[in-house]
């Protein structure tokens, strides 16, 4: 294995490591405000476990490697996910904000699980392939999830607007 390439692959997992703490971390915060769509807040908790679980699996992949997860990048990314719960949190339509925001934010782990997998080839670390292939198929069908529920979601939002009751969150 190059030396150049198996670091940018250490480093592509160290990153996924950390988004996966961001996406821990922002989910958490929206869960918590969820009392009107109930169904929203169980396909989140659902994902936050999944979450936790590719989390889990970065690391043992960085393990095997002879390298592990970077506190400074965890730190960084699960503040950065607390800020923006916190930025939509003010919001009266926060509700419409996290699911947006939820619908890009899969499509970025998706790509980041899609590179990874390219640069597992490179390096030719072949065990990687079945992990990061679970990962993304995890990814993939919650951001159809986000896909197939952003018009409901929406329309419930509005509903609940319209009629003066508690639409936000």
Not at 83 to 109: M, Q, T, W
Not at 160 to 167: P, T
């Amino acid at each position: 294995m190059s030396d150049s390439i198996r670091d940018l692959y250490i480093t592509g997992l160290i990153n996924a490591r950390a988004l996966e703490t961001e996406a821990i971390q922002l989910l958490s915060r929206q869960v918590e405000r969820l009392e009107n769509y109930p169904d929203v807040e169980a396909s989140l908790r659902r994902h936050i476990t999944e979450s936790e679980v590719q989390r889990d699996r970065l690391d043992e992949l960085l393990s095997s490697l002879g390298s592990s997860n970077s506190s400074v990048k965890d730190f960084i990314t699960a503040a950065m996910a607390n800020i923006a719960a916190v930025g939509h949190a003010f919001a009266p339509d926060e509700v419409l904000k996290n699911a947006l925001a939820n619908y890009a934010f899969e499509h970025y782990e998706i790509a980041a699980y899609k590179s990874l997998l390219t640069l597992a080839d490179l390096a030719g670390h072949t065990s990687a392939q079945a992990p990061l292939d679970l990962s993304l198929r995890e990814e993939e069908r919650m951001a159809q999830w986000c896909h197939d529920n952003l018009d409901r979601i929406t329309r419930r939002y509005a509903e609940l607007r319209v009629s003066g009751e508690k639409a936000g969150v």
